[in-house]
C-alpha cells in the first residue's frame, strides 16, 4: 500500500496530465490574481485543469506564490521612491488609489494563499497610468 495522496479530481481532470510550461503559467497567473475564467481564456483550458493545477501542484504554487512576492516588493521600493517625486504634483484620489493598492499588496504578501481576483476599478486606470509613466521613466517637470 502507497503512502502517497492521490491526486484530486475536478471534472475528471488533475492538472498533472499537461505541459510543464502550461502549468507554470497557471501557477503565476493564480499568484497574480488572474481569475479561473481568464485563464482558461488565455490558455485555452478547462475550469478544471486550473483547479487541479492549483490543488495538485504545490511545488509550482509555491515558487509562482514566492515569485510574486518578489515582483511586488520590488514595485513596492521603487514607486516608493518614485512617489516622493511626484507627490506634490499627484491629485487626491491618485494618492488614495496609491495607497490602497499598496495596503493590499502588503495583505496578500503576508499570506501563503493565492491573490483573489482582481476587479477593475475606474480608480484603477489613474494607477495604472501612473505605473506606465514610471515605467516609461517619465517624471513632473521640476523633479
Request: with cysteine; aromatic share 2%.
Amino acid at each position: 500500500m502507497s503512502d502517497k495522496i492521490p491526486p484530486v479530481k475536478i471534472r475528471h481532470n488533475t492538472g498533472l496530465k499537461i505541459s510543464e510550461r502550461k502549468a507554470t503559467r497557471i501557477a503565476q497567473a493564480l499568484a497574480h490574481g488572474r481569475s479561473i475564467r481568464a485563464i482558461c481564456a488565455e490558455l485555452h483550458t478547462s475550469h478544471g485543469v486550473v483547479l487541479g493545477v492549483q490543488r495538485n501542484r504545490p511545488d509550482l504554487m509555491e515558487k509562482a506564490l514566492t515569485q510574486a512576492r518578489e515582483h511586488w516588493t520590488t514595485i513596492a521600493v521603487m514607486t516608493s521612491a518614485e512617489l516622493l517625486h511626484r507627490l506634490p504634483n499627484m491629485d487626491t484620489a491618485a494618492l488614495v488609489k496609491a495607497a490602497q493598492v499598496s495596503t493590499r499588496t502588503v495583505q496578500l504578501m503576508q499570506t501563503d494563499a493565492p491573490a483573489q481576483e482582481v476587479k477593475s476599478e475606474p480608480a484603477a486606470e489613474a494607477w495604472a497610468q501612473f505605473v506606465a509613466g514610471f515605467e516609461a521613466g517619465n517624471r513632473p517637470q521640476g523633479h
